[in-house]
Nanobody, 118 residues
Framework: QVQLAESGGGSVQAGDSLRLSCVASGRTFSYYIMGWFRQAPGKERDFVAGVAASGSSIAYADSVRGRFTISRDSAKNTIFLQMNSLKPDDTAVYYC???????????WGQGTQVTVSS
């Protein structure tokens, strides 16, 4: 079994920055993709960013492009989401996800709350 643990969420003001971390433990050798999703209250879960095992193949949602940066430390089975210039619309629970082949994310973390106030 693979376990994903997110951390780094919090309450900030618009324009501030946060860095989220996700550590994968267990049998992670077959997980070639990892990414971040978010879900605001009453809304569907949205894709935020994804990265392949090599770290060279990266994708972003248009809403965060240029503000958020995803990175991966494969040796430590960890991914990060650097969030800059945060907006109130970024308020959501952020989930870490992992899978074998895009776009099949098969394993999910418990989520970490990000709240951005104006």
């Amino acid at each position: 079994q693979v376990q994903l643990a997110e951390s780094g969420g919090g309450s900030v003001q618009a324009g501030d920055s946060l860095r989220l971390s996700c550590v994968a433990s267990g049998r992670t050798f077959s997980y070639y993709i990892m990414g971040w999703f978010r879900q605001a209250p009453g809304k569907e879960r949205d894709f935020v960013a994804g990265v392949a095992a090599s770290g060279s193949s990266i994708a972003y949602a248009d809403s965060v492009r240029g503000r958020f940066t995803i990175s991966r430390d494969s040796a430590k089975n960890t991914i990060f989401l650097q969030m800059n210039s945060l907006k109130p619309d970024d308020t959501a629970v952020y989930y870490c996800a992992a899978g074998t082949t895009w776009p099949s994310f098969e394993t999910w973390g418990q989520g970490t709350q990000v709240t951005v106030s104006s």
